[in-house]
């Protein structure tokens, strides 16, 4: 087993560089890069995209004094590399360049961004007065909240129903089980969102729960209970909306894993030796099927934790790690871009060996030791 997780772990660093190095070179051939959003604020060409980006750091207000300056003095020349970029000095131009880094060939800029990644040093974000590494930890406590009690949520409730409608399959409460789970999945999270504030968050009936944040602003005065309970309070609306998909998946790939199963022949020989119902189906079915489950927890952890939270928090006003990537791509904030996406990609490479040591914990037959990588 050691040899194996040796072998996991090496094979994560080229995986990583190829995910890097693929996209570094689209963004290379992006249009409105950090310089292009610059040269649009300073333009008045922005909108409320460059109204936040000013707003983000005060470096470039007081760079725009200086760039209308060394234009009234530099006869308009610009430089064409840029759109937009008429009428500003080119010295300001290559300023810009070097801030970001774009003096610099592709190569070098690559070379140098592996470079401090492997260290874990992520820089600054452009757009913000903030380490990059501090502005993930400053928003990863919603990312967490939501994506650890989906995950948990969905798999303590689906698991046992999927087992109990594989075992009851084809009696009326799979039926009826069947119909909730397919048009709890059919609807959007984002439109049971909206329902939901509506609905009980002072909308048009009730107002039973927060419109937005994750805590209340009296939160520290509170007791350790009262915090307890404010933050479920606060947490119960987009829980509830972002389970509902989760939930379905699960549950169906539970029944579905668990129907094959029983159909075996092993099945018949234990129940032939005299095992009872439960003896088999925890025995032995148990076992078996829940490896397709162990299969599906990377995937679903990554996508609960990460990237399907984003209409969620914008609806709720939750600034988490979906919505700061969001915003970050829209401002060309490559910094966090990077760093995101370097963060998430090695979360999602140590949870899939994790999931696949788990597998040994289930069904001890399983030896990767013995299999190719």
């Given at each position: 087993?050691?040899?194996?997780?040796?072998?996991?772990?090496?094979?994560?660093?080229?995986?990583?560089?190829?995910?890097?190095?693929?996209?570094?070179?689209?963004?290379?051939?992006?249009?409105?890069?950090?310089?292009?959003?610059?040269?649009?604020?300073?333009?008045?060409?922005?909108?409320?995209?460059?109204?936040?980006?000013?707003?983000?750091?005060?470096?470039?207000?007081?760079?725009?004094?200086?760039?209308?300056?060394?234009?009234?003095?530099?006869?308009?020349?610009?430089?064409?590399?840029?759109?937009?970029?008429?009428?500003?000095?080119?010295?300001?131009?290559?300023?810009?360049?070097?801030?970001?880094?774009?003096?610099?060939?592709?190569?070098?800029?690559?070379?140098?961004?592996?470079?401090?990644?492997?260290?874990?040093?992520?820089?600054?974000?452009?757009?913000?007065?903030?380490?990059?590494?501090?502005?993930?930890?400053?928003?990863?406590?919603?990312?967490?909240?939501?994506?650890?009690?989906i995950m948990l949520?969905?798999?303590?409730?689906?698991?046992?129903?999927?087992?109990?409608?594989?075992?009851?399959?084809?009696?009326?409460?799979?039926?009826?089980?069947?119909?909730?789970?397919?048009?709890?999945?059919?609807?959007?999270?984002?439109?049971?969102?909206?329902?939901?504030?509506?609905?009980?968050?002072?909308?048009?009936?009730?107002?039973?729960?927060?419109?937005r944040g994750l805590?209340?602003?009296?939160?520290?005065?509170?007791?350790?209970?009262?915090k307890i309970v404010?933050?479920?309070?606060?947490?119960?609306?987009?829980?509830?909306?972002?389970?509902?998909?989760?939930?379905?998946?699960?549950?169906?790939?539970?029944?579905?894993?668990?129907?094959?199963?029983?159909?075996?022949?092993?099945?018949?020989?234990?129940?032939?030796?005299?095992?009872?119902?439960?003896?088999?189906?925890?025995?032995?079915?148990?076992?078996?099927?829940?490896?397709?489950?162990?299969?599906?927890?990377?995937?679903?952890?990554?996508?609960?934790?990460?990237?399907?939270?984003?209409?969620?928090?914008?609806?709720?006003?939750?600034?988490?790690?979906?919505?700061?990537?969001?915003?970050?791509?829209?401002?060309?904030?490559?910094?966090?871009?990077?760093?995101?996406?370097?963060?998430?990609?090695?979360?999602?490479?140590?949870?899939?060996?994790?999931?696949?040591?788990?597998?040994?914990?289930?069904?001890?037959?399983?030896?990767?030791?013995?299999?190719?990588?």
């Open positions: 087993m050691g040899a194996y997780i040796a072998r996991r772990l090496l094979l994560m660093i080229p995986t990583l560089f190829g995910i890097m190095l693929l996209s570094f070179t689209v963004i290379q051939f992006a249009p409105g890069g950090p310089v292009e959003q610059v040269i649009a604020q300073l333009t008045g060409q922005g909108g409320d995209a460059t109204d936040r980006i000013s707003g983000g750091g005060g470096d470039f207000q007081s760079g725009s004094d200086t760039a209308q300056t060394s234009t009234e003095g530099s006869g308009g020349g610009g430089s064409s590399k840029y759109r937009g970029s008429q009428g500003l000095d080119p010295e300001f131009i290559k300023q810009l360049e070097k801030q970001f880094g774009f003096d610099k060939p592709a190569h070098e800029r690559f070379a140098k961004m592996i470079w401090d990644y492997a260290r874990f040093d992520f820089g600054e974000s452009y757009f913000r007065s903030i380490t990059v590494l501090d502005l993930i930890l400053e928003k990863m406590p919603v990312s967490i909240s939501l994506g650890i009690w949520i969905s798999y303590i409730i689906s698991i046992p129903l999927g087992i109990r409608k594989a075992v009851h399959d084809g009696s009326k409460f799979d039926i009826w089980t069947s119909g909730v789970i397919i048009v709890a999945y059919a609807i959007p999270g984002f439109l049971v969102a909206v329902l939901l504030m509506v609905f009980f968050a002072g909308g048009s009936f009730l107002d039973w729960f927060p419109l805590t209340s602003d009296n939160f520290d005065q509170l007791s350790l209970w009262g404010d933050y479920f309070w606060h947490l119960t609306l987009p829980l509830i909306a972002l389970c509902l998909a989760a939930f379905a998946t699960t549950t169906l790939l539970t029944k579905n894993s668990f129907l094959d199963e029983i159909k075996k022949q092993y099945v018949v020989t234990a129940r032939a030796k005299g095992l009872n119902d439960r003896q088999v189906l925890y025995g032995h079915v148990f076992r078996n099927a829940m490896l397709i489950i162990i299969a599906g927890f990377p995937s679903a952890f990554i996508s609960a934790f990460f990237s399907g939270s984003l209409l969620i928090e914008a609806i709720f006003s939750l600034d988490g790690l979906g919505l700061l990537g969001f915003t970050a791509t829209l401002q060309r904030d490559y910094a966090v871009v990077f760093a995101t996406l370097y963060i998430f990609a090695l979360m999602g490479l140590l949870v899939n060996l994790i999931s696949d040591l788990t597998y040994t914990l289930i069904d001890p037959r399983i030896d990767f030791d013995r299999r190719d990588v």
